[in-house]
C-alpha cells in the first residue's frame, strides 16, 4: 500500500467514526465526568465513565465538534473501555506523541486511533484531536485526587 492509498484509508476510517460515532451519549450512573472545551473554537465535550475499582467499565462521549474532534472521541471511547485508568492514560501519552510527531506506540488494544496520525502534521487541528484524551486525563486527575482525600 502506498502512502495515498493509506491516507484515503485513514480518511475513511476518521468519516466513519465521524458519522457513525461509537459511544455517543451519557451514561445515567457515571462515576467520572468531565467537561471541557477547545479555547481555539468554543467546542464542547462531555465524557461520562463508570470506573470501579479503577476500571473503566463503560465510557461515553458527548458533544459538539468538528470532524476529527468527534472521531476522535468515538475512537477513545472505544479504546479505553475495559482498560484500567492508567492504561487510558498511558494511551492519552501516546496519543500526544503521535501528535507531537514524536516516537510512538498505539497498540492494538487503541482500535483505530492511529488514522488520526496525519493530524500531525496541521498544527491548528491537533487540539481537536487531543480534545477527548485531554478531557479523559482532566477526569482521571480530578478522581483520583477526590480518592485520596
Ligand atoms: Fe472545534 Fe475542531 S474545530 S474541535
Not at 479555547?39 to 461515553?60: M, N, Q, S, W, Y
Not at 476522535?72 to 479505553?80: C, D, G, L, Y
Not at 484531536?129 to 485531554?134: G, H, P, V
Request: proline fraction near 2%; glycine fraction near 8%.
Amino acid at each position: 500500500m502506498n502512502f495515498n492509498n493509506l491516507d484515503q484509508l485513514y480518511r475513511s476510517v476518521i468519516m466513519d467514526h465521524y458519522k457513525n460515532p461509537r459511544n455517543k451519549g451519557k451514561l445515567d450512573n457515571g462515576t467520572m465526568t468531565v467537561d471541557m472545551n477547545n479555547p481555539t473554537c468554543g467546542d464542547r465535550i462531555h465524557l461520562t465513565f463508570e470506573v470501579k475499582d479503577g476500571l473503566i467499565e463503560d465510557a461515553k462521549f458527548d458533544g459538539e465538534g468538528c470532524s476529527i474532534s468527534m472521531a476522535s472521541a468515538s475512537m477513545m471511547t472505544e479504546a479505553v473501555k475495559g482498560q484500567s485508568l492508567k492504561t487510558a492514560m498511558q494511551m492519552s501519552q501516546e496519543f500526544s506523541k503521535m501528535m507531537l510527531g514524536e516516537d510512538y506506540n498505539i497498540t492494538e488494544e487503541m482500535g483505530d486511533v492511529e488514522a488520526l496520525q496525519g493530524v500531525s502534521q496541521f498544527p491548528a487541528r491537533i487540539k481537536c484531536a487531543t480534545l477527548a484524551w485531554k478531557a479523559l486525563e482532566k477526569g482521571t486527575v480530578e478522581k483520583e485526587g477526590k480518592e485520596e482525600s
